[in-house]
Nanobody
Framework: QVQLKESGGGLVQPGGSLILSCLVSEGTFSAGTMAWFRQTSGKEREFVAAITWNGGTAHYSDSLKGRFTISRDKTKNATYLQMSSLKPEDTAVYYC?????????????????????WGQGTQVTVSS
C-alpha cells in the first residue's frame, strides 16, 4: 500500500488553469495505472483521467478530453493533471488513485474499483 498526496487545488476564475500534483510518499510503489477522479457533494465519484505508469497510455473522460491532460514523472513518483479552460462545473474535490494493473482499456481505467490506493483529495473551486 502506498500513500498518495494531492496538491495544487485552489480557487480559480472561469477560463483559468490549474495543475494538480500527486506524489507517492510512502510504501513500495509499483503502480500499473495512476488516475484522477473527482467528486462533488451528493454525487458519485467521477472518472477524469488515467495513465499507465510504464507505457504512459492515457485515458480521458470524453467530456473532459481536450481541456485536461494527465502526465507522470517516474523519477519523482508523481502524476499530474493539467486543467485548462476551467468551468464552474469543474468545481469538485479531485482525488488521485493508484492501481496495481496497467489498464489499457478506457472502460477499466474509468472504474474506481480498479484502484487500490487513494489520496485525501484536493479542492478545486472555479468561480468568479
Amino acid at each position: 500500500q502506498v500513500q498518495l498526496k494531492e496538491s495544487g487545488g485552489g480557487l480559480v476564475q472561469p477560463g483559468g488553469s490549474l495543475i494538480l500534483s500527486c506524489l507517492v510518499s510512502e510504501g513500495t510503489f509499483s503502480a500499473g495505472t495512476m488516475a484522477w477522479f473527482r467528486q462533488t457533494s451528493g454525487k458519485e465519484r467521477e472518472f477524469v483521467a488515467a495513465i499507465t505508469w510504464n507505457g504512459g497510455t492515457a485515458h480521458y473522460s470524453d467530456s473532459l478530453k481536450g481541456r485536461f491532460t494527465i502526465s507522470r514523472d517516474k523519477t519523482k513518483n508523481a502524476t499530474y493533471l493539467q486543467m485548462s479552460s476551467l468551468k464552474p462545473e469543474d468545481t469538485a474535490v479531485y482525488y488521485c488513485a493508484a492501481g496495481p494493473v496497467a489498464l489499457l482499456h478506457q472502460t477499466y481505467a474509468a472504474t474506481s474499483t480498479r484502484y487500490r490506493d487513494w489520496g485525501q483529495g484536493t479542492q478545486v473551486t472555479v468561480s468568479s
